[in-house]
C-alpha cells in the first residue's frame, strides 16, 4: 500500500529539528533511515502528521573510537558499523548481532540509533545495549538525558523516548580484557527476526575460569531480557563448560507467549539450546582476548 | 527544496502539518529528472509513474522482496522504503541505466540470460540492482555461501536460486577480467 499523506521537514541543523518536534508534538516523527517506519507507514500501522527527516543531519554522522567506548550519532547506518573494522575490532558483539540484522541492503539505509529507538522486541541491537550496559543521548528543547540499557525499552515497539525527543547518539562501553561475547539466533529464513535469539557476554578471572556470565535474550518477551548466569558457571574451566545449569536457570525465568511463528514452549527450548552455544563460544572468544592485558579488578 | 520552516508563526502546528508539494530532481541514470510531488511519494513511484521509469519493479511495498531496489549514489536501498523527497539532490541508478547504448546486455544481465537466473522475470530488476552493488564493494566474490547471505535480501517465486548463484558468480569473474564498475552503463568496446 502507499503511505497515508503527510507533511515533511528536513530540517537544516539539530537545533531546527529539536524545535520543529517540540511544536509537532504528538504529530511529529523522526525519519531516520526509514526502514522500520515506512514499512509501517505503507501498512498504515503508522499515521504521523509529519515526519522530521534528520537523514541531512551532518553532525550526527560521527563514528568514534576511544578507549572506553565507541560512540555513533544517529546517522550512522547499521551497515557502516558493521563494516568499521576499528569499532568492531574494539566491540566484536557489534558485528556478531549485525551480522543477523536484516539484509545489506536494508543496512544501507536503517541506522544503529533507529534499530533502538524503534524497539522490536526481536530486534538484534537493543540486547547489545542491555548487555553493554550502553546509553542512549535524548535531546529535546529543553536539554538533554541519558537512557541507560534495558530502560530505554518500555514495551513492544515502545522506547523511552519522547515525541519532542530526538536520540542524537548512543554509547556503548568497552568491555573488560578477558571478556567474550557471542550472538546466536534462529530466524526462518537469513536476514528475518528470529524466532528467538541470543547475545552473551563472559568474563574470564587470570586463571581462564569464569568469573561472569550475562545473557540478553530477544524474541522472547515484549523486550530484551537479561538474565546473570554467572553463578551458575563460576569458576568453571573456560574450554570445559558444563552449561546445563546456566540453561535450566534462563529457562525457568523466560516465559514466551506463543504466536503463529512458534510456541512459547518451542521459543524457551529454542532459547535455553542458543544460549548453550553462545556461553561456550563467548568463553572460547574470551580466552583468546590478549591476556597481557589486565583484568578489570587488575586494572582498578 | 520547500522544506524549510515557511509559516510566520512557528507554533501553529496546522501549518507544520499541512500537505505541500516538493519540486524534486534527482539524476536518474545519469541524466537530471524533475518532479513535483507530495511527501508520501515512494522513490520507486517517483521513477515509475512520474518518470516513466518501469523497469523498477514492486512487489510488497515493505521491504521484504527486493524487487525495487535501485541504487542510491552507488549503493543498493529499497526505492519503496525511500520517500522521493527525501533523496532530492541525488543519484539513482535503475535497471534502465545498466544496457549499453546499443542494447548490448551489462555482464551482469548477460550473466542473469546465460543462466537461466530468470523465469517470469518479476524479480529480475531488484536481484540485477543487488547484485551490482554487491560485485562492486565485493569484487572478489566467489564462495557460494557469502553470495547467497548477501543477495538473500531479494525474493523469487520461480528459479530457485541455483540459476540467480550461477549468474552472479560468473559476473564476478566477467567484472573482474574487464574490470570494470558495475554500477556504470556497460560500454562494450572499453574491455
Ligand atoms: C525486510 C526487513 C527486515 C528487517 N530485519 C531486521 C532484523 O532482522 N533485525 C533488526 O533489528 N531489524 C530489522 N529490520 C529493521 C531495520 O533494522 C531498521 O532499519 C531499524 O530497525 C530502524 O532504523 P531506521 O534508521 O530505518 O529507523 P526509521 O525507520 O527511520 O525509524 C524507526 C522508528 O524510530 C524512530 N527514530 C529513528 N531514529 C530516531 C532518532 N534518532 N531519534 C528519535 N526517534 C528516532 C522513528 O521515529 C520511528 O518511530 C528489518 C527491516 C526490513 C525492512
Ligand atoms: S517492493 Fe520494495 S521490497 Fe518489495
Ligand atoms: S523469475 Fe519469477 S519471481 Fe524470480
Redesign the pocket.
Known sequence: MKPPAFAYHAPPDLDTAVDLLAELGEDG???????????MMNLRL?TPAALVD?SRLGELGDLEVADDAVTLG?GVT?ERLRTDDTATAAIPLLRQALD????PV??N???A???L??A?P????PAVLALLDGSVVLRSRDGTRRVVGSELFLGPLESD?RPE????EVVFPIPPARTGTAFHEL?RRH????LAGVAVRVGLDADLRIDTARAAFIGVADRPVVIDVGAALAGQHHDALDTADAVGHARARLDPRDDIHATGAYRRHLAGVLLGRALEEAARRAATTDPTTPTAEEAT | MTSELTTDDPTDVRELTRERLHEVTVTVNGLPRSATVPPRRLLSDLLRHDLRLTGTHVGCE???CGACTVLLDGAPV?SC?TFAVAVDGREITTVEGLAAEDGTLHPVQQAFHDHHGLQCGFCTPGFVMSACGYLAAHPDAEDDGEIRAEMA?NLCRCTGYAGILAAVKQAAAVLRDTGADPRQRHRPDAS
Open positions: 516523527k523522526v525519519l531516520a533511515g526509514g526502514q522500520s517506519l515506512v514499512p503508522a534528520i544517529a547499521s543477523h540484522v536484516a539484509h536494508i543496512r539505509r536503517g541506522t540509533v533507529g534499530s529507538v524503534h522490536d526481536a530486534a538484534e541491537l523516548v525527543e530526538l536520540a542524537t530466524a536476514g528475518d527476526y528470529a | 515493505h521491504g521484504v529499497r522504503l535480501g
